[in-house]
Antibody
Framework: EVQLVESGGGLVQPGGSLRLSCAASGFTFSTYSMNWVRQAPGKGLEWISYISFGGGMIHYADSVKGRFTISRDNAKNSLYLQMNSLRAEDTAVYYC???????????????????WGQGTQVIVSS | DIVMTQSPDSLAVSLGERATINCKSSRSVLYSSNNKNYLAWFQQKPGQPPKLLIYWASTRESGVPDRFSGSGSGTDFTLTISSLQAEDVAVYYCQQYYNTPITFGQGTRLEIK
């Protein structure tokens, strides 16, 4: 069974940092591109970052560019999101999501997402 | 950025009746080189992550009931549920993957009348 499990969320003060992790299982992680998507309380979905299967191509939404860093460790089947200079508007549930793109069907851009993890809550507040 | 606009924002439909959700993109998401529309649909139930329903605008994901169908091309798309079931109560989102930033519609809340 394909599974994605996020962790690392919590309460942090404005200006602080958090590192989210996403543990993948049930598929060959190293061949799939991955994404982070967030959802503010009661709001819609916002894509924030993409990383290609090998880590060579990365994209960010403007809202997080320069503050967040996506990375992956294919040996550990894990995806990460380092979040710095956090703001109140970063408060959201953060989902990791597998991309349709693989090493054999490479576009270098995010596509549709399936599956998604259950999410981890990040609250930025003093 | 490509802006995705869904209509209506909320919808109440009787059990067994048809539900139709519309999605309009601010620019075409049809790639002329492969004639594919870079448009997906997701269903999100309360307390759950989104679930993929449709990709390439009209291709149903494996395991998704055939009462769900997607149609449209270019800038105008539709998600249709042919016969609403109680378990279809959810918020539905369209998403374009034509280019970055990936953008979603604001969501349509579907309820039982």
């Amino acid at each position: 069974e394909v599974q994605l499990v996020e962790s690392g969320g919590g309460l942090v003060q404005p200006g602080g940092s958090l590192r989210l992790s996403c543990a993948a299982s049930g598929f060959t992680f190293s061949t799939y591109s991955m994404n982070w998507v967030r959802q503010a309380p009661g709001k819609g979905l916002e894509w924030i970052s993409y990383i290609s299967f090998g880590g060579g191509m990365i994209h960010y939404a403007d809202s997080v560019k320069g503050r967040f860093t996506i990375s992956r460790d294919n040996a550990k089947n894990s995806l990460y999101l380092q979040m710095n200079s956090l703001r109140a508007e970063d408060t959201a549930v953060y989902y990791c999501a597998r991309d349709w793109e693989t090493s054999s069907r490479y576009r270098g851009l995010p596509n549709w997402f399936d599956p998604w993890g259950q999410g981890t809550q990040v609250i930025v507040s003093s | 950025d490509i802006v995705m606009t869904q209509s209506p924002d909320s919808l109440a439909v009787s059990l067994g009746e048809r539900a139709t959700i519309n999605c309009k993109s601010s620019r075409s998401v049809l790639y002329s080189s492969n004639n594919k529309n870079y448009l997906a649909w997701f269903q999100q139930k309360p307390g759950q992550p989104p679930k993929l329903l449709i990709y390439w605008a009209s291709t149903r994901e494996s395991g998704v009931p055939d009462r769900f169908s997607g149609s449209g091309s270019g800038t105008d798309f539709t998600l249709t549920i042919s016969s609403l079931q109680a378990e279809d109560v959810a918020v539905y989102y369209c998403q374009q993957y034509y280019n970055t930033p990936i953008t979603f519609g604001q969501g349509t809340r579907l309820e039982i009348k």
